[in-house]
């Protein structure tokens, strides 16, 4: 139980952090507004980092279904715990989103753009093509779990782990997130999607579910994809 509470807390980190600093650099009269793109992809890096930091210990700190059942998939994690770990991951999201939601309380009805609510949510990808979509995100999130393997068969500094991690995670927004946003992570997209159907956020239009499949079935992939080339590599 208290792995999956880890799961919860952690990735509801993430989202707070990483959905805020969203929110702060696209809804109006945020005194971040403007901060950019860079701003968003170090932010998530170290949302990522501070989440390892909080619950590594607890649960392995996967936060995120694709790098779950990828583990599993090789032996590296059991699955009877993977149904328990992606659900509290989605939920972890989906509590994240509601902070992000209340701390920005004010903004959303001085925020016109419906898409701008979306995507401080879900991610919206630049060029709407679902196939482009899919090999994106399965592009992206292939390197996040190749990295992830890499990262753990390297000796690092005692504590230094979540800081490389969330280098890896900023470097992949860098060079792979201006096509979807990198979601590189079914519950970091999923959860806080849900969270925008239901809460009451003044004109904030559709959930666009149409393309919700995509940073499931990417991910999910790509994630598969990158640790069993690891260990076709290296193993």
């Not at 993430?14 to 701003?39: E, M, P, T």
């Not at 630049?126 to 979509?133: G, T």
């Not at 991690?165 to 970091?188: D, E, H, K, Q, Y």
């Amino acid at each position: 139980m208290n792995a999956y509470l880890g799961e919860f807390i952690g990735t509801m980190i993430v989202i707070a952090f990483g959905g805020g600093v969203v929110a702060g650099v696209s809804l109006k009269d945020s005194k971040s507004a403007q901060g950019g793109y860079l701003l968003v992809c170090m932010a998530w890096g170290l949302a990522v980092a501070l989440a390892i930091y909080a619950v590594g210990g607890v649960s392995g700190a996967h936060l995120n279904p694709a790098v779950s059942i990828s583990l599993a998939a090789i032996g590296e994690f059991s699955w009877e715990q993977v149904p328990g770990y992606v659900l509290a991951q989605v939920l972890g999201a989906y509590t994240g989103a509601h902070i992000v939601y209340l701390h920005y309380l004010p903004h959303w009805k001085n925020t016109e753009s419906a898409e701008t609510k979306l995507g401080v949510f879900s991610t919206i990808p630049a060029v709407r093509s679902h196939l482009h979509n899919v090999i994106s995100e399965f592009i992206a999130t292939f390197f996040l779990l190749f990295g992830l393997m890499f990262i753990g068969a390297n000796s690092f500094t005692e504590g230094l782990n979540p800081i490389v991690v969330g280098i890896l995670i900023s470097a992949i927004g860098f060079s792979f997130g201006g096509t979807t946003g990198f979601a590189i992570n079914p519950a970091r997209d999923f959860g806080p999607r849900l969270a925008h159907a239901l809460l009451p956020i003044p004109g904030k239009g559709s959930s666009d579910w149409a393309y919700a499949w995509v940073p499931v079935v990417g991910p999910l992939a790509g994630g598969v994809a990158g640790v069993f080339a690891y260990q076709l590599l290296f193993k």
